[in-house]
């Protein structure tokens, strides 16, 4: 099995910071993707920013120029530093990772989720 544990969630006013990390544990014969995805009460979930194996990116327009994913592989640990949060950033935040585990095929796993909250 495959776990994902994502830590650094919190309360934040607007404009401020917060950095959020993920964790695989578990079988893992390969880390492939991972990302970092949000959702708000009423709304579908909804892709934030992705970072490839080879540490490719990728961000929604709404984060462009304030959110920044890494990985460290050594740790199995992908980031975001979440910086000049508005509002509208409130969501819960869930880490999804593509894994191929030993002796399987390859699958997508997703966190429980950490909750953001920025107040204005």
């Known amino acids: 099995q495959v776990q994902l544990v994502e830590s650094g969630g919190g309360l934040v006013q607007a404009g401020g910071s917060l950095r959020l990390s993920c964790a695989a544990s578990g079988s893992i014969r390969i880390l492939n993707a991972m990302g970092w995805y949000r959702q708000d009460p009423g709304n579908q979930r909804e892709p934030v920013a992705t970072i490839t194996s080879g540490g490719s990116t990728n961000y929604a327009d709404s984060v462009k120029g304030r959110f920044t994913i890494s990985r460290d592989s050594a740790k199995n640990t992908v980031y975001l530093q979440m910086n000049s949060l508005k509002p509208d950033d409130t969501a819960v935040y869930y880490c999804?990772?593509?894994?191929?585990?030993?002796?399987?095929?390859?699958?997508?796993?997703w966190g429980k989720g950490t909750l953001v909250t920025v107040s204005s």
């Open positions: 999804r990772a593509v894994v191929t585990p030993l002796g399987g095929p390859t699958i997508g796993v």
